[in-house]
């Protein structure tokens, strides 16, 4: 025998299912636009059925079991992979840019193009060594190389120094993401206790994870309770129990709190590009104890020296107008720093009287030019490495970073489209889907009409059995 | 698949933006009139642009080199030129001179007149081109010929300047006064000359004659050796500017635009953005809300 109210009962449970799955509806609605969100469906099943004797088995309605958020975690993984490659291309191409803008090749104006121009003012001296406006227009050549020169050192520099602090920021993200994963775990933790599925809060963990992976390699493991436990390489950064590990940045290297070494070489991602661009590519001077041999910095130091020497090499051993000798044509601004690009400049002998250019290599030969030639000669030298000019060093220099430029940006293209296609397939699975929603809303609205309806028809049975019953005859 | 909505839009968004992207590229082509502004933008175009200014830059120094050299040849042809048909006055005067019958008063008006073409034969070897005195050898700043009386001297060296004309290739400019004062003995001969003049020693004219003879020879050696300098430069001149012509070809091949190319590609590609924004009008505005009641 059952009860007479059992269809109430299972009318109220279609009732409260359906109204609740409305709920999840509209909450995916609201959230269709909320980045890292990932759409939820109720998990609807009957409920215990009841056994009659003699008849069999009635079923008892219907019950939410649970609220579950649609996501592929074997996405989450390819996604953040690919995602780091793409962060550590696109940071580098950026930086590289800057090189490129810093150096300004290919143009009339570009450092090579002056180059080419003060060795032409040596050839003119060499076929007018007594003019004096000649020695003239050189000063000034020689004074718009220096200051190119000196200019994309400076250049240079402060982009070195910009990614320093680039540097210090992206740690710092780090830093919060790490703080912010380690208080998320936390409350992950207390809702997995409770036997539930924070969805929400799962979601922001993996919005957190995605954004992490745009600066360093890390690995993942989800424990028992929840927590997800972030190790880069063999150091925790955020451990069970809300432990976060920080980073710091000492001498532009990443350490740890206890002092060892973030490993980021070559382990893509934010992080190592600067580093890498930093380290590399512009390369850090003696200024700062390291003193890398590559680089474009090494570059261009190497070319100023090399000019400044050979140039004042044959400068000294010839004779001014006023058969002066011995003179240095570039010095020194600090003699305390060595040859750099920035700190050259035309020696005071020389801007206190250009008669003392040395352009002849005879005393007493204002006509002789032949010093004057062979200092225009040196651009045919094969001053470095014993196989390049000056100006082919710095045409390689200038092209060997604009074929590591357009490599990054190839590459940034590739995995841009790589990383766009597994989001997409990530939207696919977890994006909320209006039209989808609407569906379901219309489904679950029938469904509560129809509930509705049945508790009205009970309503009346009840009402006749209640009201009707028992009076005949009265 | 299952599709959403957001998908659609950003693959929509993605796109107008790669259009965007492609034409703001073209655009920047068209107004810069480069087609390389950096070097990413083609590496191996780039080491060629700056390899053929620097050919380009080091001509037009040589083509300077070469019409600075021109203007001091053509001088110094034109000096030589001078001081050859001086010498030939010279030894019509000389011819005179040595007549027996002529009245002595007539050689002292020769003598006079020699005098005046020793003067003219200095002021010729002291010319200069803006300032320059190119007989002078590596002493150009001073007149290279002083007279004092009778006697003249030279004040230059005998080192002859060079002017480089094209990479490795140097050139011999204005021969010295060593060469053709000094060791001709041009002015002691005239000197000498002049006083056989003075005093009617016929015989000491003659012998002078003889030597003006062979100074005359030298003048005019120089001077052909130097005409063979000056077409020699003319040539030059020729091989730079058609080396210059072919480089600036070759330097706009890598660096230029064709514009036609571009235009045509810049209005393909509005084409193509204009049919993206069609596209995502169609695409992006319906949904099932529109047609529920």
Known sequence: MISSFLGIEIAKRALFVNRTALDITSHNIANANTEGYSRQEGLISTTLPISLPSVGIIGTGAELRSIRRVRNEFLDIQYRDENRIKDYWDELKSTLEKIEYILGEPSDSGLSSTIDKFWNSWQELSTNPESMAIRGSLKEQAETLLSILSHIRGGLIQLRDQLDKDLVIQVNNVNDMAVQLGALNEEIKRSYIRGQSPNDLLDKRDLLLDRLSEYINFDVNINEVGEAIINIRDHTLVGINNKVYKMTVLDGQVLWDDGSNVYLKNEQGRLSSVIYARDNLIGVVDDRGYNYETGILNAIDRLASVIFNRVNELHGTGYGLDNSTGNDFFSLIDAGKGVIASNIKISDVILQDLSKIAASTVMDSPGDGSNALNIARINREFLIDGSFTIGDYWNNQTDSLGIISQRANWLFENQNTLVDAIEKERESVSGVSIDEEVINMIRYQNAFSAASRILTTMDEMLSILIEKTGVVGR | ?293
Do not use: C, W
Not at chain 2, 10 to 22: A, E, F, I, K, Y
Not at chain 2, 139 to 158: F, M, S, W
Not at chain 2, 220 to 240: V, Y
């Open chain 2, 1 to 293: 698949m299952r599709i959403t909505y957001n998908m659609t839009a950003n693959t929509v968004l993605r796109n107008l933006s790669n259009n965007l992207t492609r034409i703001e590229k073209l655009q920047d082509q068209l107004s810069s009139g480069k087609k390389v502004s950096r070097p990413s933008d083609d590496p191996l175009a780039t080491i060629k642009i700056m390899e053929y200014r620097t050919t380009l830059s080091a001509n037009s120094q040589y083509t300077r080199n070469t019409d600075f050299l021109k203007t001091e040849l053509e001088v110094a042809d034109k000096s030589l030129q001078d001081i050859s048909s001086t010498l030939n006055r010279v030894k019509t005067l000389a011819v005179r001179g040595a007549s027996e019958s002529l009245p002595q008063s007539s050689r002292d008006a020769i003598a006079e007149e020699l005098d005046q073409l020793i003067d003219h034969l200095i002021q010729v070897a002291n010319t200069d081109v803006s300032g320059k005195y190119i007989f002078g050898g590596y002493r150009t700043t001073i007149p290279p010929l002083e007279r004092q009386g009778d006697v003249i001297n030279y004040r230059g060296d005998n080192n002859v300047r060079m002017v480089e004309i094209s990479k490795d290739v140097t050139i011999e400019t204005t021969p010295t006064g060593k060469t053709l004062f000094v060791d001709t003995g041009m002015f002691e001969h005239l000197i000498s000359l002049k006083n056989a003049l003075l005093g009617g020693d016929t015989s000491q004219i003659n012998e002078e004659m003889g030597n003006l003879d062979k100074i005359m020879d030298r003048v005019n050696a120089e001077n052909s050796s130097l005409g063979a300098r000056l077409s020699r430069i003319e040539f030059n001149s020729n091989l730079i500017s058609d080396k210059n012509v072919r480089y600036t070809d070759l330097l706009s091949k890598q660096e230029d635009i064709e514009i036609e190319d571009v235009v045509l590609k810049l209005y393909s590609q509005q084409n193509i953005y204009q049919a993206s924004l069609i596209a995502a009008a169609r695409v992006l505005q319906p949904s099932l809300i529109d047609h529920l009641g």
